[in-house]
């Protein structure tokens, strides 16, 4: 991949049932340049004919640039994959960032940074299988202190390895996210900028460097720019709440991107195509777009959860619209809610299902579904951890 010509290169995260088509079109209205799908299952691409159909990307000019993330560990398996996705993307990126233990469990994930020589030659022979460039999206590999109750960067070798990706492997860009897989719900922390700044001096004049993490507004992100030097910033949890993130202008209602979203949905059905789930993920959207009205009102998040398709999230959001109208809502008012609360650890605790709850989806599963459907369904709750400042894929 070239390096870019300017520096306001804003990136959609990849994230599971989130980074679907219909909100990719969204974000780009408002100032995304470059996109990814959400993480995809090579070994599911390729076996599962339900979920081939879900994420077997749909050819759309307008969704470009686009890089189709894999999570897996076999050379064969992910070249595969790639071969079916390369003619409608312009890059193939392999997840090594999901802190997960399902990612634990299926060997993929942040747990390959720790297998470097296994890592290396995975990713050469993909690049060798594709026809179009690979890129690699890392945390920081952690020390191997069993003592310490958050591991600590071990800058050498996370360094060491971030050059054999790029000089032995031949990736085409490096996407870092500056925490290590243990920096995750109450222990998450800031993302390390200064690690990703070291990074960006010791391969940056040889490969485009993004970095991920501690981004939350537009001037959060030009900050991070300038202390890190990298080609671009990469958002995922803000910018769910808020897809208008970098788009640099007066503050654009919540109620405004619920309905562009759901018509976007409609257009572009997720789970035609779109790399999402239909209306769970439909559904997610919404709670996190309107969570600063949903707070504290039991009627809506219930209503969110039982929602059946569009139409019923298109009621709840004129219910929504109705209710500001009458108290006189201020929309440079608003502010990010869900992100807040998460990012504050307001989540910490919770069981599983009051987790979906307050995210407003449910338990779905695809009919021929397996275990390793369930560690694609898992890494959703990356949405409690650290990509992008929580779970990145």
């Known amino acids: 991949m070239e390096r870019h010509g300017h520096r306001d290169t804003w990136v959609l995260a990849p994230m599971v049932d989130q980074s679907d088509l219909p909100f990719r079109k969204l974000v780009r209205k408002y100032g995304c340049t470059l996109c990814f799908t959400p993480m995809i299952h090579a070994k599911m691409l390729l076996t599962h004919a339900v979920y081939r159909r879900k994420f077997l990307i749909r050819d759309d000019p307008t969704d470009r640039p686009l890089i189709a993330q894999l999570c897996g560990n076999d050379a064969e398996t992910l070249i595969a994959a790639a071969r079916l996705l390369e003619p409608f993307c312009d890059a193939i990126d392999l997840n090594c960032g999901c802190p997960q233990m399902i990612a634990r469990r299926g060997n993929y994930g942040a747990f390959l940074l720790e297998s470097p020589d296994s890592l290396v030659e995975t990713v050469k022979q993909l690049v060798q299988g594709v026809n179009i460039p690979v890129c690699v999206k890392v945390r920081l590999v952690p020390t191997s202190d069993s003592s310490c109750e958050t591991p600590q960067t071990d800058w050498d070798a996370s360094i ?36 990703v700044r070291r990074v960006v001096e010791e ?37 769910l709440e808020y897809p208008a993130l970098f788009a640099g202008v007066e503050r654009k209602s919540r109620v405004q991107l619920a309905y562009e979203y759901l018509q976007l949905a409609k257009e572009y059905p997720p789970e035609l195509g779109g790399q ?114 929580n779970g990145d894929y």
């Open 160 to 195: 060491d390895l971030y050059r054999r990706l790029v000089r032995e492997a031949g990736i085409a860009m490096l996407t870092v996210h500056g925490r290590t897989r243990h920096h995750k719900g109450p222990t998450i922390g800031k993302a390390d900028w200064d690690a």
């Open 203 to 239: 391969l940056g004049s040889e490969v485009p460097i993004l970095s991920n993490g501690s981004i939350d507004s537009l001037e959060q992100a030009q900050e991070c720019r300038q202390v890190t030097g990298v080609d671009g910033i990469m958002s995922s949890e803000a910018i």
């Open 276 to 389: 999402g789930s239909g209306t769970k993920c439909m559904r997610a959207h919404i709670h996190r777009f309107l969570d600063g009205d949903f707070e504290g009102n039991n009627h809506f998040r219930q209503a969110l959860i039982a929602a059946k398709g569009r139409e019923d999230l298109w009621d709840i959001v004129d219910q929504v619209a109705a209710i500001q109208k009458e108290n006189g809502h201020d929309v440079a008012s608003e502010k990010l809610s869900w992100y807040m609360r998460y990012r504050n650890g307001q989540f910490d605790g919770l069981s599983d299902r009051h987790k979906a709850e307050r995210l407003g989806s449910t338990k779905s599963r695809l009919p021929d579904s397996d275990d390793e459907e369930e560690d694609v369904e898992g890494c959703a709750q990356c949405v409690f951890d650290t990509n992008n400042d």
